[in-house]
């Protein structure tokens, strides 16, 4: 691998180094294998925080998407969100507290906006039939 001239501003200034490789060459890097080490130890350090954070993420996922309970007496509905009326008509299904199925948040805002008192979201996804 060939580098170049380091320092001094003319000709003939300044150290050549001509080769990392080459035992010869003057060389003011730190050598080959300790940088080498450094890099990988950093590429591993990231393989694995990344692969921590890939299964956080994919546990949290799972787990709104599979409609499951959300503890201590439901979620409260971030209604700031919304320009209330007016809601998407996106189908996106909670399961309020007074076991109404919404189409999606927003339709739950609407209806605690219209006088529903205490309505969260007790789950994610569709209403489970009672049995």
């Known amino acids: 691998m060939i580098i170049g001239t380091y ?3 003319g000709m003939g200034r300044g150290v050549n180094i ?3 490789d080459d035992p010869r060459s003057p060389s003011l890097l ?3 294998p300790v940088v080498k080490t450094h890099l990988h130890g950093i590429a591993r350090m990231k393989a694995a925080t990344c692969l921590v954070l890939s299964i956080a993420l994919f546990l ?6 599979s409609g499951s309970p959300i503890p201590e007496g439901g979620e409260m509905p971030d209604c ?3 320009h209330l009326p007016a809601c998407p008509r996106n189908l996106d299904p909670v399961c309020g507290t007074d076991g109404v199925e ?5 339709s ?9 008192q205490n309505v969260r ?11």
């Open 60 to 65: 949290c996922f799972t787990t709104l998407v």
């Open 102 to 106: 919404y189409a999606n948040e927003c």
């Open 108 to 116: 739950l805002c609407l209806a605690v906006m219209r006088g529903k």
């Open 80 to 82: 700031r969100q919304y």
């Open 30 to 32: 730190v050598s080959k």
């Open 121 to 131: 979201i007790a789950s994610r996804g569709p209403c489970k039939p009672w049995v």
């Open 7 to 9: 320092g001094g501003g």
């Open 18 to 20: 001509k080769s990392l």
